[in-house]
């Protein structure tokens, strides 16, 4: 298993601005995943995190609204840019573990709970 | 596409009570097949899962079995307690693109009365 934290547990930010949220996996893990999780609403995926590369990107988000990084293969960023109400949400950091085989069990961290203003 | 379609809530039960919360998937080969529960102010957690056609994936006195004749994979529960009480997503891995990544249905909010 992988235990995730993620920083900031919330935040309430000002339109126009820039949050960037962290998260960190006490194992090394293949795969880094980032969703966002709108009031009331399911999981939708925004970028798969991959390490020293650019991320992959799902249909309907951008690189430049969503900037990520993995620099490691236990550490990853997302970056909210030029944020809007609309963006107020829940961002989930995932991640699966080396060894997985048919399926891939993903681990969750508790989320960041955004809200713009 | 991938999709998971499950049913919508809220469903409200009495302790004690019998859970169903069905999910049905659309999806191209043989994907795994997942529950996951959301409790107040948490992330998610894995809850239970099923890798191929009738296994049947249980934890916490959940159940769900992996139907590939129905393409169903329906979340039970014999006596549920109040600490249930929790969001319910059902998911399914799709390997298209060349790498996994988990499909989500809407989620099922359960409310589990004294």
Sequence with gaps: SAVISQKPS???CQRGTSLTIQCQVDSQVTMMFWYRQQPGQSLTLIATANQGSEATYESGFVIDKFPISRPNLTFSTLTVSNM???DSSIYLCSATTSGASSYNEQFFG?????TVL | GNSV???EGPVTLSEEAFLTINCTYTATGYPSLFWYVQYPGEGLQLLLKA???DDKGSNKGFEATYRKE???FHLEKGSVQVSDSAVYFCALSDRSGGYNKL???AGTRLAVHP
Aim: aromatic letters at 4%; zero cysteines.
């Design chain 1, 10 to 12: 919330r935040d309430i």
């Design chain 2, 70 to 72: 129905t393409t169903s």
């Design chain 2, 103 to 105: 499909i989500f249905g």
């Design chain 2, 5 to 7: 379609t499950q049913m």
């Design chain 2, 51 to 53: 890798t191929k056609a």
């Design chain 1, 84 to 86: 809007s109400p609309e």
């Design chain 1, 110 to 114: 508790p989320g960041t709970r955004l």
